[in-house]
């Protein structure tokens, strides 16, 4: 399954962003009939699932997420949607689109950086 990602990028904490997932090869029936999500990987942490849709369009969040996030589709446009605000430094991940019906597949993936937060900390000391 051919998954073509799209938006994405840097915004400060608190902003909004959002992805897109087209399936430009798929028959409109078969985007329809599928199960469809957003899962994103961080630096050195697995794979989790953000978000999905049902084939009968129910939507479904994991826990840190919901509230803030929404997933939805377009299916005569073929293109799934994830609208994503009040986003926050631990946000950060590379996001990927799912495809699951008779075939499967995964987008290419889409960096989302979120700014702000604080910083490690430095140690300042003053000899006397």
């Known amino acids: 399954v051919h998954l073509v990602q799209s938006g994405g990028g840097m915004v400060q904490s608190g902003g909004s962003l959002r992805l897109s997932c087209a399936a430009p090869?798929?028959?409109?029936?078969?985007?329809?009939?599928?199960?469809m999500g957003w899962y994103r990987q961080a630096p050195g942490k697995e794979r989790e699932l953000v978000a999905s849709?049902?084939?009968?369009?129910?939507?479904d969040y994991a826990d840190f997420v919901r509230g803030r996030f929404t997933i939805s589709r377009n299916s005569s446009r073929k293109i799934l949607y994830l609208q994503m605000n009040g986003l926050k430094p631990e946000d950060t991940a590379v996001y990927y689109c799912?495809?699951?019906?008779?075939?499967?597949?995964w987008g290419q993936g889409t960096q989302v950086t979120v700014a702000g937060g604080w910083g490690q900390g430095t140690q300042v000391t003053v000899a006397a």
């Open positions: 799912h495809f699951q019906g008779t075939d499967s597949g």
């Open positions: 090869r798929l028959i409109t029936s078969t985007f329809w009939n599928s199960v």
């Open positions: 849709i049902s084939r009968g369009g129910a939507a």
